[in-house]
């Protein structure tokens, strides 16, 4: 199973939801494993954080598009998860991480200016669905939402879209930043509250995977 997560704004939080997403696969016992393909490399930074008693997470970087594809395929061959952590882009890379992907992960803020940023990103998902004459399963995630209720005129705008939003949201913590310089994950750290949404996260995934394994 190849996740792709991204988007074409930058400061989303994709590499901190794809660590954190990997982070709770270890935890369940997956064999999972990060590609970074960002060119900030945030995720191998985090990696080399790591302490080896944790569950392994490990991440390769291939931030040349000309080996993505041969690669991520070796690499779901021996992983049970794969995660792609993509890079703000317009470029042919980008195009290459949707098509991958046995599910995209859109990561965005609740704000009006994000929601606007993501047309030219939904113009390039319905170019690769036509690419690969099969629909490509996606999701929206809210990231650093601050309200117990996401904006209607939002969640109206989002919806219009044609690609669900997922239930669960993550909130604007510390928590998150310190464990990312721990080589944690929230999964693994002391804010309860953060473990708990991103425990809801992992188990609204878990039932998204189930369904479209069961599709395939």
């Not at 604007?172 to 473990?195: H, M, P, Q």
Request: proline share 3%; with cysteine; aromatic share 6%.
């Amino acid at each position: 199973m190849i996740i792709s997560v991204t988007s074409l704004k930058g400061g989303v939080g994709k590499s901190t939801i794809a660590q954190n997403l990997a982070v709770c696969f270890a935890n369940s016992d997956y064999k999972v494993c990060i590609v970074d393909v960002d060119a900030n490399q945030s995720a191998m930074r985090w990696s080399g954080l790591r302490e080896d008693n944790l569950p392994a997470v490990p991440v390769y970087g291939l931030t040349d598009g000309m080996e993505l594809s041969k690669n991520v395929k070796h690499l779901n061959q021996s992983h049970e998860i794969v995660i792609i952590d993509g890079t703000p882009s317009l470029s042919q890379v980008t195009s290459k991480i949707i098509l991958l992907a046995d599910l995209l992960i859109i990561p965005i803020l609740p704000s009006g200016l994000d929601i606007w940023a993501t047309e030219k990103f939904l113009e390039r998902y319905q170019d690769a669905v036509q690419q690969k004459e099969e629909s490509i399963p996606a999701r929206f995630l809210i990231n650093q939402n601050q309200t117990t209720n996401l904006s209607k005129e939002v969640l109206e705008v989002l919806e219009q879209t044609g690609i669900p939003v997922l239930k669960s949201t993550l909130k604007s913590r510390v928590s998150y930043r310190e464990a990312v310089i721990k080589g944690l994950g929230v999964y693994e750290y002391k804010d309860e509250k953060a473990r708990f949404e991103i425990a809801e996260l992992f188990k609204e995934l878990k039932s998204v995977i189930q369904h479209i394994s069961k599709r395939k």
